[in-house]
């Protein structure tokens, strides 16, 4: 069974979950190829949901071909569930995610439901965070103070580049990868992340910093989690 194949289950996994919510609420819908697996699994039962907040303008555009109605995260008191997939999972549920980019709406909106329901397979499990480079959005003009802070965590920082520059034909230097709210990422390689919680407040605090791509605060509470074998839904 390839990787997409194990998205698709996990995203039908997660249809059936979120189904057994009572009709007529509002659900929270995340980034990324396995969250857009959930989002074409979910199409054809939009009308159990009054509506949903997205992530994205990625995932808003999908809901939207879908027919599923996209309400703003303002005329929103509260979610039942928000459904995301993750770059990393530890075994409480603590995450790296913004390897699309899209961290910052993410943890809003997932600061905003009852559960995090975390949706992937089984090579985002990890028994301590950092192989995957911890993404953190931040205002562009404070790329450099912010770095040299991140760099004191003992990582490897670089910004992270949009793709498909002309940096290619090494004409220009490449343009930095623009997130849905104009902020850049530095993407921090090397880290353990032993207290996810600890370094969740540290980098928080640094100014200038957006988001940090840890959700140990946000953290999941339902693991649906895909192998070769099927699905384990795990309570966290
Ligand atoms: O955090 C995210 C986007 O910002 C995604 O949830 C994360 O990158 C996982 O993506 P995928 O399901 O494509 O592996």
Known sequence: MNQDQLKQMVGEA???????????????????????CFIDALAPH???FAGTVSSSNATTERLLKHGFKVLDPNDVQGLPAYVDGADEIDPTGHMIKGGGGA???????????KQFICICDSSKQVPVLGNFALPVEIIPLAQGVVSRELERFGGKV?????????????????????????GWILDVAGLKIANPVQMEAQINQIAGVITVGLFAKEKANILLVSNAAGVERIVL
């Not at 997660?14 to 857009?36: I, M, W, Y």
């Not at 793709?163 to 090494?170: P, V």
Request: no cysteine; glycine share 8%; proline share 5%.
């Open 14 to 36: 997660a249809r059936d979950e979120v189904l057994k919510l009572p009709a007529g609420q509002v659900l929270g819908v995340g980034t990324g190829s396995t969250a857009n």
């Open 46 to 48: 939009k009308d159990h």
């Open 103 to 113: 961290l910052t709406r993410e943890k809003i909106i997932a600061s905003m439901a």
């Open 158 to 182: 670089t910004l992270r580049l949009a793709k498909n520059t002309r940096a290619d034909l090494n004409q220009t230097p490449a343009e930095p990868f623009v997130t849905d709210n104009g």
